[in-house]
């Protein structure tokens, strides 16, 4: 039996067998893999099973009966076993056995551990969107714009406004996740397959329908769609008086809401809560609905035509919440404060959307429109504690709620709450990925944690959703930016101007980059005055540049962008003593000048005025200084203007080594500004050969983008 044992040994008939049988694991594994992705039939993988198995003892007998020898495969018998070299072959079987384990082995560990191609695929396009998981389970729906079938063809703002009341009230339902407005209407007047859309917006209900208006009677069609296999689950069709509009948008949800309450409560069990539509006057309701549709573009413009409409359909009910909340808020938006992007003297706009805000509190202090818009007065009056808390009440009862998630997310960024703020946002975009102002401030959330990868891959999902948006193209050009990329850079901001044609929102971007390349011509011809002294400082005009921030602020002096800019202008010309005096005469008090500046107050400028002029608060705001940046730092805000601010206040506590190096990394980071070296700040540096060494540097990179924009030299 030994000498049977040591023949087969030396034969390497159990090499062979073992070898056999792990290329014969690994091809199964393949053919399990390969099969399905080319269509093969199912009995394929089977019958590959069945040759192998056919095939091992075939392999185990030819091991035993023949040997591979330099002159070719020869009978075993017929080989002298002096000349044998069956050692040597065991020694190359072994090898390769070694090299099967290792990868088929890999094979199965990958496979134990690692996620497959679907969970990769789905975990690439939710990267960086962790709130997405936080839908997950929950029945979801897409309201698609309602189809204008009435003879003149003239009613589609009447179409689309019935689709998104229907939305509205969705959006109440706890438990029922809703697509956005923004989003679900981009898909309008495209023919793109329910499917995809449903992928898109991340949703697997579609509900779709069609308006047809002819005098006083009104068709509504509408059929609600199971997204993955296209089937209808619900459809109905409503004819009636125009006047009963409000009746039949109210049948349209609360029926499709009892088809879905299955998948809401569980089976068995009724939808008690049932949601109510929000009744006024037909030709209010009207106006309305074509404020609507104007607003939705996100231009100035379509705010100016929104608010007109709105304006009528408060003539005619003068207590229709909606109308007088979403007034309000346009007149906001419409103003030049902290976050808006209009024109109107913010000091004219505030008061006037405090008078409607508060009509629709007095009428409805439960509507969920009243208390964002009650929450939204309390946010550009700087009070972000009332501004969170009316917030978080309009999300309480309208749980699908972006435009309340996206600004919520602002203000708790301002309370240093970065990381929850992001969670709001990516809520907001789960609901309403089209939907800008998210957009705008998550990217700038991921930027401020300097995460440009994840910067990037919101662009690009925001790209799939909203190609031709002059916001992205606007946040498109701050990332190329950020990657010194200073031909992209303004490619994209130009872009975002001709879309956009005379909107200051834009044209800034613009001429922030010019700023910052050094074309300080082209800036000083541009309509954006309020870049205008920065422009004359650099050009060595101080006198002028001085005169002209003086008299900007005199225009409107109680206006905190107005002081922000004359404050850093001043400490851009190394100002200190006017600066300080300044102060004083405006706060006068550290704790005043905090609260009294939305968002982060200029330490920076502030505190090194007051330390170079050794004034008595010089200590108090520096700790006011250094608690803030502590906040920042903890939030994980790691982005150039952080190690910017953070230098100096190293350089004001006496730690010149940090602070040059926080000066470097900001620089390394993509800090990039021409003339900057010019700055007054800078004379507080004693070790001089370093910091123009850091400024040798960035110039270098500033003149190697001229040459690429065919601009001269500095």
């Not at 891959?457 to 948006?469: F, S, T």
Request: glycine share 6%.
């Amino acid at each position: 039996m030994s000498s049977i044992f040591n023949e087969l040994k030396r034969r390497n008939v159990f090499r062979v067998a073992a070898l056999y049988a792990a290329v014969s694991w690994g091809l199964l594994q393949i053919t399990d893999v390969l099969a399905p992705a080319i269509a093969l039939p199912e009995w394929v993988t089977g019958f590959v099973a069945l040759l192998l198995l056919i095939g091992f003892p075939v392999a185990v007998i030819f091991a035993w009966a023949f040997e591979l020898t330099p002159e070719g495969v020869k009978r075993t018998e017929s080989v002298d076993e002096s000349q044998s070299i069956a050692t040597n072959t065991g020694r190359r079987l072994d090898g390769i056995l070694i090299a099967a384990l290792v990868v088929f082995g890999g094979i199965v560990l990958g496979d134990r551990f690692l996620p497959d191609a679907t969970t990769s695929d789905d975990q690439t396009a939710n990267s960086g969107s962790p709130a997405v998981d936080a839908f997950a389970g929950q029945p979801s729906i897409a309201v698609l714009p309602f189809v204008d079938m009435s003879p003149d063809g003239d009613q589609e703002y009447f179409a689309d406004g019935i689709a998104e009341e229907l939305l509205n009230v969705f959006a109440q339902v706890k438990g029922l996740s809703v697509a956005g407005r923004t989003s679900a209407f981009a898909f309008k007047g495209k023919s793109t397959d329910l499917r995809e859309i449903a992928q898109v917006l991340d949703v697997d209900h579609v509900l779709e329908g069609s308006v047809r208006k002819a005098g006083n009677q009104i068709r509504v069609t509408a059929q609600l769609i199971q997204a993955d296999n296209g089937y209808h689950l619900w459809s109905a069709t409503y004819d009636g008086e125009l006047t009963d509009i409000f009746g039949v948008q109210d049948s349209i949800a609360n029926s499709i809401l009892q088809e879905l309450t299955p998948q809401l409560l569980g089976e068995n069990q009724e939808l008690t809560n049932k949601v109510r539509v929000s009744a006024t006057d037909l030709d209010a309701y009207d106006l309305y609905l074509i404020s609507k549709q104007h607003a939705s573009d996100g231009t100035l413009k379509g705010l100016q035509a929104a608010a007109g409409a709105l304006d009528r359909a408060i003539e005619i009910d003068p207590d229709y919440v909606p109308a007088l909340v979403w007034r309000a808020y346009y007149e906001l938006q419409m103003s030049d404060g902290e976050g808006a992007w209009g024109n109107i003297p913010f000091e004219e706009a505030l008061p006037r959307a405090k008078r409607w805000i508060d009509r629709a509190i007095d009428l409805d202090p439960e509507s969920p429109d009243a208390l964002f818009g009650l929450a939204s007065y309390f946010g550009y009056t700087n009070n972000d504690e009332a501004a969170i808390r009316y917030y978080r009440a309009a999300i309480d009862v309208k749980p699908n709620f972006p435009v309340a998630q996206n600004d919520l997310a602002f203000f708790l960024a301002l309370e240093g709450k970065v990381k929850e703020g992001v969670v709001y946002l990516e809520q907001a975009l789960a609901h309403d990925p089209a939907y800008v102002d998210a957009n705008l401030n998550l990217v700038s959330a991921y930027a401020g944690l300097n995460d440009l990868a994840a910067v990037r891959e919101q662009l690009d999902r925001w790209e799939q959703v909203a190609p031709n948006n002059a916001n992205r193209l606007r946040a498109e050009s701050v990332y190329a930016w950020k990657r010194s990329d200073f031909v992209e850079a303004i490619r994209f901001a130009e872009a975002a101007t001709v879309l956009e044609p005379g909107q200051n929102y834009f044209l800034s971007r613009l001429n922030d980059i010019y700023l910052d390349l050094g074309e300080y011509t082209r800036v000083l011809e541009s309509p954006i005055e309020s870049l205008h002294p920065w422009a004359l400082l650099r050009l060595g005009k101080h006198d002028e540049a001085l005169a002209l921030a003086r008299e900007q602020l005199a225009q409107r002096p109680e206006f905190y962008r107005q002081q922000l800019r004359f404050i850093r202008i001043l400490g851009d010309a190394g100002e200190w003593e006017e600066l300080a005096r300044y102060f004083d005469r405006t706060w006068g008090d550290v704790a005043v000048f905090v609260k009294d500046i939305p968002g982060v107050p200029p330490f920076s400028e502030t505190a090194t005025a007051l330390h170079v002029t050794e004034h008595p608060l010089a200590l108090p705001m520096l700790d006011a200084f250094a608690a803030n940046m502590a906040l920042a730092r903890s939030q994980g805000l790691q982005a150039p203007r952080f190690d910017l601010q953070e230098g100096i206040l190293r350089l004001l506590q006496g730690r010149e080594e940090e602070a040059l190096a926080l000066f470097e990394s900001a620089y390394q980071k993509g800090w990039r500004e021409a003339g900057e070296e010019d700055s007054a700040i800078w004379a507080l540096i004693d070790d001089q050969v370093r910091l123009n060494s850091l400024f040798a540097d960035m110039r270098a990179d500033i003149e190697r983008g001229r040459e690429r924009l065919g601009y001269g030299p500095l």
